[in-house]
């Protein structure tokens, strides 16, 4: 087990409904395994455990094993309750530590514990000349849509609200892929046609197993990325998850536990 101090923590909103947090923390106190000893930066993604030995678990998914345990709200071995990073200090197997590049900022790298992006019409500017985007489409934009017709080979889906689906069929080559990462509360509609006649494909992914999650923060650290971020104190939270539901925020928040929980 390792023994983390909590310095900051990241807030998402796919989860609002569920739990309304999601920790990542970071700061190693006490040696784990033997990639990690007292002072290693160190980051706790949306899972703490799972069964170890299903197939899933076996092949490093463990993200999708049958009994994985979230880091928030959920019931751990002990029968005790999860609470995420709300917290100063967290203890977590080693197994579902992420180590985190020292070039990294702490806070920057944190929302790469637990992945997802969002966008809307006000950030084409940004996401161009900023954030190096080769282009930008508002999906409500009925000219920009026909006009990107059959052109992407993929499409990550972030949305958390029940959407149509067929608009962006129609923006996919043929087997192109539709990847659903968001979670709305309500069933979408799944038009089959426009998969049939172009032989795509609509699929779903939840998170990254530990060893593709520790492949991706290096790669991070590898190559400088960081996120971009709105630092906030712990006491702002409330305020913060009203943000969220209005999609106002650039493009993460994250709260500073190691300045604010003992304020708040
Ligand atoms: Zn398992």
């Not at 796919?14 to 000893?37: F, L, P, Y």
């Not at 928030?72 to 990073?85: E, I, L, P, S, V």
């Not at 944190?110 to 954030?131: D, M």
Request: hydrophobic share 40%; proline share 5%; charged share 20%.
């Amino acid at each position: 087990m390792v023994v983390i101090v909590v310095i900051v923590t990241r807030v998402r909103e796919t989860r609002i409904k569920w739990a309304r947090n999601c920790g990542c923390s970071i700061r190693c106190w006490v040696q784990g395994k033997e990639i990690q000893s007292i002072g290693d930066k160190v980051g706790v993604g949306c899972m703490v455990g799972a069964c170890h030995s299903c197939e899933n678990c076996k092949n490093d998914l463990e993200n999708y094993c049958p009994k994985s345990i979230f880091s928030y709200n959920a019931t751990y071995y002990d029968q005790t309750r999860t609470y995420g990073g709300y917290s100063d200090v967290m203890v977590a197997n080693e197994r579902y530590v992420i180590l985190m590049p020292e070039n990294l900022p702490l806070d920057a790298a944190a929302p790469y514990c637990v992945l997802g992006s969002r966008t809307s019409p006000s950030k084409e500017k940004e996401a161009i000349q900023h954030l190096g985007a080769d282009s930008f489409l508002i999906s409500r934009n009925p000219d920009q849509m026909q006009a990107a017709m059959n052109t992407l080979d993929g499409i990550i889906d972030t949305v958390s609200a029940v959407h149509p689906l067929q608009p962006l069929f129609g923006l996919l080559k043929s087997h192109g892929k539709l990847i659903l990462i968001g979670a709305p509360e309500k069933p979408l509609e799944l038009p089959v046609l426009p998969l049939l006649m172009g032989r795509k494909l609509a699929a779903g992914s939840f998170t990254g197993g530990m060893k593709e999650t520790q492949e991706m923060i290096d790669f991070a650290g590898k190559h400088n990325i960081t996120a971009d971020i709105e630092i906030i104190p712990m006491d702002y939270v409330n305020t913060a998850m009203d943000r969220l539901s209005r999609a106002d925020v650039k493009y993460r928040f994250v709260i500073d536990i190691a300045k604010t929980l003992n304020i708040a």
